[in-house]
């Protein structure tokens, strides 16, 4: 199982750079250290912020 970051908490949030940089990796979340620089880790995180807002505002259009 891989999660939705869309869903993703505050704590999540905080910990974004860590989590890329493999705090997970032993939970089978890759370690993307010194593929992606913060530059590119602060572009994926800015798009899945969007992604996040973009699926609040649909499920509150839902009828
Ligand atoms: C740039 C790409 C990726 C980003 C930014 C990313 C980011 C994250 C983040 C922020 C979490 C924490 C989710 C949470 O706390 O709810 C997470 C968890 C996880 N990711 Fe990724 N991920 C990426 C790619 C991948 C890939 C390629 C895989 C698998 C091949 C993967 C597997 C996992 C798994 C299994 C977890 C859950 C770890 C757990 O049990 O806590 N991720 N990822």
Redesign the pocket.
């Known amino acids: ?3 939705d ?1 869309r ?3 505050e ?3 905080q ?2 750079p860590a ?2 940089a493999g705090l ?1 990796a032993d ?4 370690s ?1 250290a010194g593929d ?1 620089s913060l530059e590119q ?1 602060e572009a ?2 800015q798009y ?1 912020i969007k992604r996040s807002g973009d699926l609040r505002r649909e499920l509150q259009s839902a009828p």
């Not at 939970?27 to 890759?30: A, D, V």
Request: net charge neutral.
């Open positions: 199982m891989i999660p970051l869903y993703l908490d704590q999540g949030h910990a974004f989590i890329v997970y939970k089978g979340m890759p993307f992606l880790v994926i995180h899945l």
